[in-house]
Every structure is written in C-alpha cells, then in structure tokens.
C-alpha cells in the first residue's frame, strides 16, 4: 500500500506562483515513478508532469518552462514547482505514484495509487 498526501494548492493571481508537495508513504517499490496530474472543472484529468526512478521528467506541452516536478527522496517529498501560473492552471491537483521504472508519458492506468488533491485557483 502507498499512502499520499498533497499540500501548498492555494488560490493566486495569474502570474503568480505555487509549490506543492506531496508526502508518500508506504510500499517503496510501488512508488518508483511519481506524478502530478490535475482535473479542471467539467474536463478530464490530464498529466501534467512525472519524474521517474532515476530522476529522468517528462512535462505536458502546458508546463514546459513554467512548472517544474523534483523529488526528495530522503523526505519521502514530490514537488511540484508552478511559475508563471495563468487562470487555465486552475483545477484540482493529484499527486500519483507508478510502480514503473521509466516514465515517458503520463499514462494514468501506470498510476495504481492516488491522493486525495489540492485545489489551486488562479484568477485573472
């Protein structure tokens, strides 16, 4: 069992800019790659970016050179570093975690555990 926990959603203006983390617990081997992925109000959730077991990201076209995803592995920590943020941004953020080594997309059947989310509203 993993168990997640995400923290730092907010509400900002556009322009501005947040971080979230998210506390992982539980079976390592299970949590090998990580990821944030976020749901807007009446849209499907989307990836928005991964890091895997050797550290390798992948980002979705809307976050390149805005967000960036690290990990702490000594704190057990994901983060999620969001810059530049715009009202689009706005939704409900998710911290996942993937068994798999690699990650080269943010495929959501890969993701067998899940938080609860944090909300991050940008407004205009």
């Known amino acids: 069992q993993v168990q997640l926990v995400e923290s730092g959603g907010g509400s900002v203006q556009a322009g501005g800019s947040l971080r979230l983390s998210c506390a992982a617990s539980?079976?390592?081997?299970?949590?090998?790659?990580m990821g944030w992925f976020r749901q807007a109000p009446g849209k499907e959730r989307e990836g928005v970016a991964g890091?895997?077991?050797?550290?390798?990201?992948v980002y979705a076209d809307s976050a390149k050179g805005r967000f960036t995803i690290s990990k702490d592995n000594a704190k057990n920590t994901l983060y999620l570093q969001m810059n530049s943020l715009k009202p689009e941004d706005t939704g409900m953020y998710y911290c996942?975690?993937?068994?798999?080594?690699?990650?080269?997309?943010?495929?959501?059947?890969?993701?067998?555990?899940w938080g609860q989310g944090t909300q991050v509203t940008v407004s205009s």
């Open positions: 890091i895997d077991k050797l550290g390798g990201t």
């Open positions: 539980g079976n390592t081997g299970s949590r090998s790659s």
């Open positions: 996942a975690a993937s068994a798999y080594w690699y990650l080269k997309a943010l495929r959501e059947p890969e993701f067998g555990y």
